[in-house]
């Protein structure tokens, strides 16, 4: 199928996979559908060409497990009611023209156990909050801009120090950042850099 995506398709819907397999859907998520679909537990649309903002409306979703939003154009910013999603799981919105900072609200989904928000526009400090998510186990936040300079002051991407309540979740395994071998492995906290159940890829 080529073409726009239907949006009457998303009302009365539990689950919802549509992979483009190279991007052939065109649409956006419709605010209204959030307001009046809220059994949503799985809602994956990848390797389209979906494109606007994240609506506000997806925090009506408070049965939603996995968001799988990857490989799409999504841009605006992380919408703060994401954070009233609290069933969710998965967050997958890797591969978009997301930008501004993440949202300490975030921090509310304690039963996350991945996110991957690599290869968007995102940038400021990773939030203390994060470190409340005590199940999580991956967090992708690489390639935030294409080509990285020497000169830290003049490109985007995340900036500061890794929290140290995000070093003491026990659970986590996989961390992928921003230049983690050079500038955040630098102003890493010093437990967080070595103790053995938070590698760095």
Same mark, same amino acid.
């Given at each position: ?11 009365? #819907? ?26 949503? !537990?799985?809602? !994956? ?8 903002? /994240?609506? %506000?409306t997806i925090g009506n979703l408070q049965q939603?497990? $996995?968001?799988? #939003?990857? +490989? ?16 969710? !799981? ?7 023209? #997301?930008?501004?900072? #993440? ?6 989904? %304690? ?7 690599? +290869? ?11 470190? $409340? &998510?005590? !199940?999580?186990?991956?967090? /992708?936040?690489?390639?935030q801009f294409q080509h990285p300079t020497k ?10 120090? /890794? ?8 659970s986590l395994q996989t961390v992928e950042m ?6 955040? &492995?630098? %102003? ?14």
């Open positions: 199928y080529i073409g726009h995506f239907p949006e009457n398709l998303f009302f009365n #819907l539990r689950y919802l996979d549509i992979d483009g397999g190279g991007g052939s859907l065109l649409g956006t998520l419709p605010r209204e559908a959030f307001v009046r679909n809220r059994n949503l !537990k799985f809602l !994956k649309i990848t390797n389209n060409l979906f494109y606007g903002s /994240i609506p %506000t939603l497990e $996995q968001l799988v #939003l990857s +490989s799409n154009g999504f841009d605006h910013t992380i919408p703060t009611e994401l954070g009233l999603c609290t069933s969710l !799981k998965e967050i997958h919105l890797d591969w978009n023209e #997301l930008e501004g900072t #993440l949202p300490t609200e975030l921090g509310e989904l %304690t039963n996350v156990e991945y996110i991957n928000i690599q +290869s968007n526009r995102l940038a400021g400090s990773i939030p203390s909050e994060l470190g $409340q &998510m005590t !199940k999580l186990r991956g967090f /992708i936040l690489s390639s000169d830290m002051d003049n490109i985007m991407g995340f900036s500061g120090t /890794i929290p140290h309540a995000i070093c003491n979740i026990s921003v230049l983690c071998n050079s500038y955040l &492995m630098k %102003t890493c906290p010093e437990e967080c850099c070595s103790c053995s159940h938070f590698p760095f890829e």
